[in-house]
């Protein structure tokens, strides 16, 4: 740095100075620089009866390390007195981004420090700052305009276009705002896409203490279409909130209204929902579900901790026809809390009823090593959810349903009791239940009945009865050694291969089944007879099927395929081969006699070892 100064003998400033710098370095650390290298440059200060002149260029380059600054560059030029500056031009620069002030302003030492207006030409190139993750151009102007206050207002307008990632681009962004410290009001912040959707926000941020005033969001369009699965969409959606308050809790309430949501499964479904909230916890969450004259109404609240999730609910009605259906008794709660491998969640009693049945649940899991369950339906009708499904479900009505169970470091003990009916008479083939993919077969009178237990010494097949029209239609019981271990890592179902195994099925001929049977899969059984046997052990297991059928015929296919007579079929299988005994059959009278054998042999039976029930947690 050369310094050359010239005084008159009573002057207390020189008549004329200067000070020329070829080249300067200022330490980082003196200026505050974190991560940047010290600041290098050159410059010139030149000083003659009360009066400078200022020439600076200078340029900060980061640290090695720090992949996410870059370098930035100053232009300065200013004259002046020791009273104000004026800076006739200035131009701070980086890689996508440059701030050039577009004409001369005075800035006073004293007092005010801006006492006419002044405006800053900025633009950016977001392609170039990798460190945001976005693309496209923006550029605007920033206005400095004098106030009574010390330091200026800034009034700023930022345009753009495609600006976004390479997944999501807004076709046009606005930003616009005010900067009168310390407080910063976003007046618009406007994205608009090339679908038409738009969202903008807005709102008072004080800078020092980082709280925020009168925030407001809203969102419309169709935007969130593309990240639907296939099969899904929706007419339209509108979302609009306020927020305000520390931006590290904020506190925030809002409205979401989605028409015309289409799935493959269900009817058009109208959807509204409201919150109030602070942060990532939602004090009051209402959410209604509608499809024609079906109404799902919820209320409660939700916690979304960084290691415990809850949902409370306080209402969850059913509704047809603006009737109330099914009812929640008291509020429940369901709870999850844990992370990884190890995690636990739980359901208060769920007490869910009125005149369209009971459902009752509770349970408790702590993964891997426990959990317990109770679940109970009483008088429920799939035709509950028939004004939302697309599809029309079978008509069946559930008229008792028991489960409960748990494990605790071992095999799951559970019992389960059911019985349920389809269908009614038939003055109710027309039920406006029809599944049409089942013809008749979805309202044919049918009932069923199963009782089934579990513990560590296997699973216990007690009843399972299927009726219709008061005929047994296919029975069976037995029992066989397999435990379910859900704590198990990656099997959970195991198989006993040394314990016993029984095992007792039976379908009985019943005319009006077997022909709607029949019509749906185009094989027609008249009077058919099929018993099931199976004994032994895992490691050594006995089979047996036998089949008898007075007629077989083919309704569908060529109109001249013959009808098969007299079927008699049996087969067995052990451990080492399969073998079809007996296969006899008439065609047009002329009997058709069939035998095989099939060996098994240990590579069939390691492969079935091999296949194990997964749990994922």
């Not at 002057?11 to 080249?23: H, T, Y």
């Not at 200078?58 to 720090?66: C, D, H, N, S, Y």
């Not at 008291?330 to 459902?359: T, Y």
């Not at 003055?427 to 009932?447: K, M």
Request: net charge positive; proline share 6%; hydrophobic share 40%.
């Amino acid at each position: 740095v050369d310094l050359a100064a010239q005084f008159g003998r009573e002057d207390r400033w020189p008549s004329q100075a200067s000070v020329e710098a070829p080249e300067f370095r200022l330490p980082a650390s003196l200026l505050k620089l974190q991560g940047y290298r010290d600041l290098s440059g050159s410059g010139r200060i030149l000083w003659k009866a009360g009066h400078f002149g200022v020439d600076l260029k200078a340029e900060a380059r980061p640290l090695a390390r720090q992949l996410h600054l870059y370098p930035v560059k100053l232009r300065l030029h200013a004259t002046g007195d020791t009273n104000a500056a004026v800076v006739e031009s200035a131009l701070v620069s980086s890689p996508g981004l440059r701030a050039e002030l577009s004409h001369g302003v005075t800035v006073h030492f004293h007092g005010l420090v801006l006492r006419e207006p002044a405006r800053l030409q900025v633009a950016a190139d977001l392609s170039q700052l990798p460190w945001l993750g976005l693309k496209g151009k923006l550029a605007g102007q920033a206005d400095f305009a004098p106030t009574g206050a010390r330091l200026p207002v800034v009034r700023f307008d930022l345009s753009g276009a495609e600006v976004g990632t390479t997944q999501l681009k807004a076709l046009t962004l606005q930003l616009a705002g005010r900067l009168d410290w310390p407080w910063l009001d976003i007046r618009q912040a406007k994205a608009r896409f090339k679908d038409g959707s738009v969202a903008q926000a807005g709102g008072r941020v004080q800078v020092v203490k980082e709280t925020v005033a009168n925030g407001q969001f809203q969102f419309s369009g169709a935007l969130a279409r593309r990240w639907l699965p296939p099969g899904y969409t929706y007419g339209s959606l509108q979302v609009t909130g306020a927020f305000q308050g520390s931006l590290t809790n904020l506190a925030h309430h809002g409205r979401l209204e989605l028409s015309q949501f289409h799935t493959p499964y269900s009817q058009p479904l109208e959807l509204r929902a409201e919150w109030t909230g602070e942060a990532t916890n939602l004090n009051r969450v209402e959410l209604a579900v509608s499809a024609g004259r079906a109404k799902l109404l919820a209320q409660g609240s939700l916690t979304l901790g960084p290691h415990q999730k809850a949902l409370q609910l306080t209402q969850l009605s059913l509704q047809n026809a603006q009737q109330p259906v099914l009812d929640l008794v008291h509020p429940c709660r369901i709870q999850l809390a844990g992370k990884g491998q190890a995690w636990q969640a739980s359901l208060s009693a769920l007490d869910w009823r009125g005149s369209g049945g009971e459902v009752q649940m509770e349970g408790a899991l702590n993964w891997p090593t426990q959990g317990r369950f109770q679940v109970s339906l009483a008088r429920v009708s799939s035709s509950l959810l028939s004004g939302f499904t697309k599809t029309n479900l079978p008509p069946i009505r559930l008229a008792k349903l028991a489960l409960t169970g748990g494990w605790t470091n071992g095999p799951a003990s559970f019992a389960l009791e059911l019985s349920a009916a389809q269908g009614g008479s038939s003055s109710q083939s027309t039920n406006s239940l029809a599944v049409p993919a089942l013809g008749a077969l979805s309202t044919l009178p049918l009932s069923a009945e199963l009782k089934l237990s579990g513990n560590a010494k296997g699973v216990t097949l007690s009843n399972l009865l299927v009726r219709s029209d008061s005929s047994t239609l296919v029975s069976a019981q037995g029992s066989l050694a397999m435990t379910l271990t859900p704590g198990s890592p990656g099997q959970m179902l195991h198989f006993d291969a040394a314990k016993p195994l029984q095992l007792e099925a039976m379908a009985e001929p019943q005319v009006r089944f077997w022909q709607e049977l029949g019509t749906w899969t185009g094989v027609s059984l008249s009077q058919p007879h099929l018993e099931l046997h199976l004994s032994g052990t895992w490691n050594s297991p006995v089979g047996a099927l036998e089949l008898r059928a007075q007629q077989i015929r083919f309704q569908k296919g060529p109109a001249n395929l013959p009808a098969l007579q007299d079927l008699q079929l049996s087969l067995t299988i052990d451990r080492q081969q399969a073998r079809l005994a007996e296969a006899r059959v008439f065609v047009q009278g002329q009997p058709v006699l069939l035998t095989a054998e099939l060996p098994l042999g240990q590579s069939v039976w390691a492969g079935l070892n091999r296949s194990k029930l997964r749990v994922w947690a």
